[in-house]
């Protein structure tokens, strides 16, 4: 990392520390970081961590919105930390805490695992249309007009981040709600010409726990980092849903 | 460490709540603006004839189909609507206690004013 230019200025952040193994309960602790405009919150814990409190954790790795670990709650708000910068928030203090709704591990530290079981639930690969009836290899790859890839390209932008997760109130209320993430990944393979696992994942956006514990708040497509709107996913799958309730109704299986 | 047991999936009857919903909420977003633009406004202040809103002709209006379905479709829709944001919205101001009265009360509610408006107009003819 490059040397900021020094400037005199200082900005404070407020960090939500918790060490299981010490504390009784998570605390604040405020740091002054020296500002520079370039700075990102990433850059800021990073800067903490090297010179003011080595004891500090954090998640991330690519620095650049592309492997989505280090999503955090910034002033209530949550953001990735490598694609906010001090500069939005300077000369105002910055508070920072663990993405919400999900349990703290240690610091700004949460534990994923809820959402990673639901993204596994989902069944999120490509299902071939029999089992046995695979496309060989020789017979080359499996075309797709632009048209086809158009229709789920934006869902298959998701970096797992988990910042919908944070966002979203249905999931803070009740987390048997499978949720904004998983559920725009669902819609991204049912939505691709080359799968054939529908009627399989429909059973899941069918439930209560399906794409029925949305209610439209809207949240999670704005807070995420990769344009991938699972707001309007959940939206297309309700209509889905319904449509599958209607020929439920008339084929019962 | 997987589980063999097949996991039960069970169906959510939400899809005619919602459709309801949504049909009530196009209603209400388009229809009620201009039924108070003219009820509240035009009338009031003289814009459009009051001739034209005596019991008479509304009743005249009412007891034909076509204006008895329009009446019926612009009462209980928008109220389907509402009792489903109602019902919606408890459970997200955390009123756990007794969902599926909650539910009764609500959708009970729209249905019986649905069919209470309904026979009122059937009995005008």
């Known amino acids: ?139 080359g790859p499996h075309k797709q007009t632009p048209e086809q890839m158009a229709k789920y390209k934006q869902f298959s932008m998701c970096i797992n981040c988990g910042l919908c997760y944070a966002a979203c109130p249905q999931y803070g209320l009740d987390n048997k709600f499978t949720g904004p993430a998983a559920l725009a990944l669902l819609a991204r393979y049912n939505r691709d010409s080359r799968d054939f696992g529908e009627a399989q994942r429909m059973k899941i956006v069918n439930q209560e726990e399906g794409v029925w514990g949305c209610t439209f708040v809207g949240y999670c497509s704005v807070v995420c980092p990769k344009g991938v709107d699972p707001a309007a996913a959940i939206q297309l799958l309700k209509v889905e849903s319904s449509k599958d309730y209607l020929i439920g109704m008339f084929k019962p299986e | 460490m997987s589980e063999n047991k097949e996991k039960t999936y069970i169906r959510s009857h939400e899809p005619v709540f919602w459709g309801l919903f949504g049909a009530g909420g196009m209603l209400t977003a388009f229809l009620t603006p201009v039924m108070i633009l003219i009820t509240g406004l035009l ?62 009360f609500c959708y009970g509610f729209a249905f019986a004013v649905s069919v209470f408006v309904f026979t009122l107009l059937l009995q005008m003819f």
């Not at chain 1, 492997?67 to 910034?74: A, N, Q, R, T």
């Not at chain 2, 007891?63 to 612009?74: E, K, M, R």
């Open chain 1, 1 to 139: 990392m490059s040397k900021p230019v020094e400037t005199g200025q200082i900005i404070d952040i407020d960090i939500l520390r918790y060490r299981p193994e010490e504390d009784k309960k998570p605390f604040t602790q405020t740091f002054e970081v020296p500002y520079t405009e370039d700075m990102s919150i990433l850059e800021a814990l990073q800067h903490i961590k090297d010179h003011l409190d080595s004891t500090i954790s954090f998640r991330w790795s690519c620095r650049m919105a592309i492997c989505g670990s280090c999503g955090l709650m910034v002033n209530g708000v949550p953001k990735l930390g490598c694609k906010a910068f001090l500069r939005d928030y300077y000369p105002k203090k910055i508070s920072l805490e663990p993405l919400a709704n999900f349990p703290i591990e240690r610091d700004l530290v949460v534990v994923m695992d809820d959402f990673i079981k639901k993204l596994e639930e989902i069944k999120p690969y490509i299902i071939p249309e029999k089992t046995g009836d695979k496309k060989c290899l020789s017979e």
């Open chain 2, 43 to 104: 009338i009031p202040l003289g814009i459009i004839d009051k001739g034209n809103f005596n019991y008479q002709t509304l009743h005249n209006f009412a007891t034909t189909w076509f204006g008895a379905a329009v009446i019926l479709v612009l009462v209980a829709l928008p109220l389907w609507h509402t009792l489903h944001r109602i019902f919606h919205a408890l459970h997200d101001l955390g009123v756990k206690r007794g969902r599926d009265w909650q539910m009764v």
